[in-house]
């Protein structure tokens, strides 16, 4: 047995860690406890070995800095496979390779990679301790950026061995950096084995575990085999000035403002409104005993896109990282200040861009990488719902999704059932831009922004959710929302931001019965004189009207384009979906 192997009071852990220790074969094995010392020992490790860059610790207290590797910069869903006993099982819409071969192609790569590191040992808790869907994870990794991301994303060390106990149920991660070579990375799920094994990278989403591969992937297997759901959305509190709070889910593919709504402050015309966060990312929902869908964050924290974010666009979250946080691929100032396209004042006279280059304003390439991060613990966050700890979760009123879209979708409607309601999280879309595919304005479908993070067949995973109603007595209600429709001259109908906080209230107001609303074709629709237009410079009834408008012709070409995506998932396809499109299809 490797020295260092036994460090837990569990027999299975134990013994897991010391056979991946004998195959991996590194210099030390580093058991995580997760406190606030061994937080320091390691974050002080990574600098000396350059891994991190300690930022202005004035400016930024107990902030660093790290590059990654410039070809490994995102995640990579072309490198990603579900490994299920059957191809058919994983679907059309995720990459798959059986199991045996996969493990043997990851344990070959695997074997000797630790030689010359240190194997560390990250126990982590997703969920509240003691929560009826909390899950316990082990991530063996050589990587210490992980170590410390971990250490902000999840509830890391001790606690996570004291809720296992002597079990065998938690989720077996295993990452080795290897050389970071894109020819040799894989992240493979192995739903049946409880296992995920990412090789080759060293970027958050792709090595954080108990992320998306573990809080969505792996979940949304168990969610669909004990009656629950993992999904992809965020989850806030809004708290009238009668002092109610109403909880809201949300569903948004990526750059459609996910976080940003998360975190939304309210303008003054909502003196006496708040909204509260209890998680921008995922949610694990489930039914409670009085019929409602009740939802927790299993995450601690905040692995947010950079560029753009600003005072403006989030100011929480410019409070959030204000202290204790890691910065990846930004731009890094010679005075220890990190910048980024989009970020408040000025950009500096000179700086080191994402790859460690001199960069000017006069520079063509950007300073911070488009997918540049921060890694923020959530208990930054000034308006962080104190329900975030409660191992029950909190009530699900409403479920929005939304995409980006700049024609054809309204602003907001409402689903006029669940049915109908799954039907349009089905149908989410969103249109490129050209830095994203060269391509402007295609619509890419992404359905309940989960299309990269389903575990399984998309089409099973559309009947989860319609068979989820027989154990829902009360339903959330469901929305849809688009922030970013144009008008002719090219400008966006809705200001956006902070303003968004008039479509949820609108929203909120409905799911409390004080809200009014018209049958429109694909939904409940508010008229002009149900939403608060006061204050808003520019916009009236008539605007309003603008962004609400449905096309019939417009919503003809949709339908056909939703094809697309369901022909791909048809002998799974849940004939509720179909008959849903029909209805459509028939009121136009």
């Known amino acids: ?82 490994c299920t006993p059957t191809e058919d099982e994983a679907g059309p819409t995720n990459n798959w390779l059986a199991p045996a071969a996969m493990r043997t192609k990851l344990m070959g790569l695997l074997a000797g990679a630790m030689r010359g590191r240190t194997m560390y040992v990250v126990p982590f808790l997703m969920g509240p ?35 296992l106990g002597v079990g065998e149920d938690f989720t077996r991660g295993i990452h ?48 669909r085999d004990q009656g629950w759901l993992a999904e992809h959305m965020l989850v806030l509190g809004v708290e009238s000035p009668d002092g109610k709070k109403t909880f809201v889910a949300g569903a948004f593919p990526s750059a459609c403002g996910k976080t940003n709504f998360a975190m939304l402050r309210p303008p003054a015309r909502f003196a006496g409104w ?17 019929g409602r869908l009740y939802a927790i964050n299993p995450e601690t924290g905040y692995f947010g896109v950079a560029p753009g974010t600003n005072g403006k666009s989030n100011p929480n979250a410019m409070e959030c990282i204000k202290r204790d946080t890691i910065f990846t691929n930004v731009a890094l100032t010679p005075d220890g200040d990190v910048w980024w396209e989009g970020k408040d004042g000025p950009p500096p006279a000179e700086c080191l861009d994402w790859r460690g ?19 923020a613990p959530m208990s930054n966050n000034p308006m962080l719902a104190t329900e975030v700890h409660d191992p029950a979760g909190v009530p699900i009123s409403a479920i929005i999704f939304g995409g980006r879209r700049t024609s054809t979708i309204p602003l907001v409607y409402q689903a006029f059932n669940w ?26 479908r992404d359905p309940m922004a989960m299309l990269p993070f389903c575990g399984y067949n998309m089409g099973d995973y559309f009947a989860h959710w319609l068979q989820m109603r027989r154990h829902i007595a009360n339903p959330p209600r469901i929305f849809h929302v688009n922030w970013f429709r144009k008008d002719a001259d ?52 008539a605007r309003l009207q603008q962004a609400q408008s449905t096309n019939a012709e417009e919503w003809r070409r949709e339908v056909l384009q939703q094809d697309e995506l369901f022909m791909r998932l048809y002998a799974h396809l849940p004939k509720e979906i179909i008959f849903q499109r029909e209805l459509l299809i028939a009121r136009l």
């Open 129 to 163: 301790p003691g929560s009826p869907l909390a899950r316990v994870g082990v991530e063996l990794t050589d990587s210490i950026y992980v170590v410390l991301s971990m250490g902000i994303m999840t509830r890391m060390g001790r606690v996570a061995l004291e809720q």
């Open 274 to 290: 708040k909204v509260w966060t209890v998680g921008d990312d995922i949610a694990w929902m489930k039914p409670g005993p009085d």
């Open 357 to 375: 280059q001199r960069w000017t304003p006069d520079s063509k390439a950007k300073a911070a990488h488009p997918n540049s991060r921060f890694c």
């Open 490 to 541: 090219d400008e966006f109908l809705w200001p956006g931001y902070s303003e968004n906080m008039r479509v949820l209230e609108w929203i909120v107001e409905r799911c409390r019965g004080r809200a009014n609303a018209s049958e429109g074709l694909l939904g409940w629709v508010p008229d002009a004189h149900d939403f608060d237009l006061e204050g808003l410079d520019g916009f009236d009834a």
């Open 1 to 82: 047995m490797h020295p260092g192997c036994c460090n837990s009071d569990n027999p299975h852990v134990n013994r897991w860690v010391a056979e991946i220790a004998a195959h991996c074969q590194p210099n030390a094995i580093h058991w995580c406890d997760g406190s606030l010392d061994e937080k320091r020992a390691l974050t002080a490790e990574a600098v000396a070995g350059g891994t991190l860059i300690p930022l202005n610790q004035k400016k930024w207290p107990g902030c660093y800095y790290h590059r990654s590797n410039p070809n490994d910069v995102a995640r990579v869903e072309q490198c990603t496979f579900i």
């Open 176 to 223: 080795s950096m290897l050389d970071v070579n894109p020819e040799r990375r894989y992240i493979a799920h192995f739903p049946q084995e409880n296992t995920i094994i990412s090789v080759g990278s060293n970027y958050g989403g792709n090595v954080l575990l108990g992320k998306k591969c573990m809080a969505l992937r792996l979940a949304s297997h168990w969610g």
């Open 419 to 444: 049915v109908h309601g799954v039907y349009v999280g089905a149908t989410i879309g969103s249109e490129t831009t050209a830095a994203a595919t060269g391509l402007v304005g295609q619509v890419r």
